[in-house]
């Protein structure tokens, strides 16, 4: 069974960094894909970047692209993503999720990971 808990959201003013952790159990590295997802208020939930495989390749939405850095400690089964550069628009409950099998084109796509956090909220001011 695989279990996802998140931490380290909060409130910064834009232009300030964060760092998210999420603490996995429950999955090997070489049949999974691991990301972080958010979701703002009236919005769906969107896909900011995920590793996946034993190689850890990144996948990065082009929102996020040279703000937001994931990465993966496996000595420590944790996820995390570091949030450089914050804006007013990334505010949001960020997830961690994961699941086995995920295609390339769907790498992003909330709809292709069953297992999930219960989510941290970010906050960023203007």
């Known amino acids: 069974q695989v279990q996802l808990v998140e931490s380290g959201g909060g409130s910064v003013q834009a232009g300030g960094s964060l760092r998210l952790s999420c603490a996995a159990s429950g999955y090997t590295n070489r049949d999974y894909c691991l990301g972080w997802f958010r979701q703002a208020p009236g919005k769906e939930r969107e896909g900011v970047a995920v590793?996946?495989?034993?190689?850890?390749?990144?996948y990065t939405a082009d929102s996020v692209k040279g703000r937001f850095t994931i990465s993966q400690d496996d000595a420590k089964n944790t996820l995390y993503l570091q949030m450089n550069s914050l804006k007013p628009e990334d505010s949001a409950m960020y997830y961690c999720?994961?699941?086995?099998?995920?295609?390339?084109?769907?790498?992003?796509?909330?709809?292709?990971?069953?297992?999930w956090g219960q989510g941290t909220q970010v906050t960023v001011s203007a």
């Open positions: 999720a994961a699941d086995r099998g995920v295609s390339v084109a769907s790498v992003l796509r909330a709809s292709a990971y069953h297992y």
């Open positions: 590793i996946c495989g034993s190689e850890k390749f990144p």
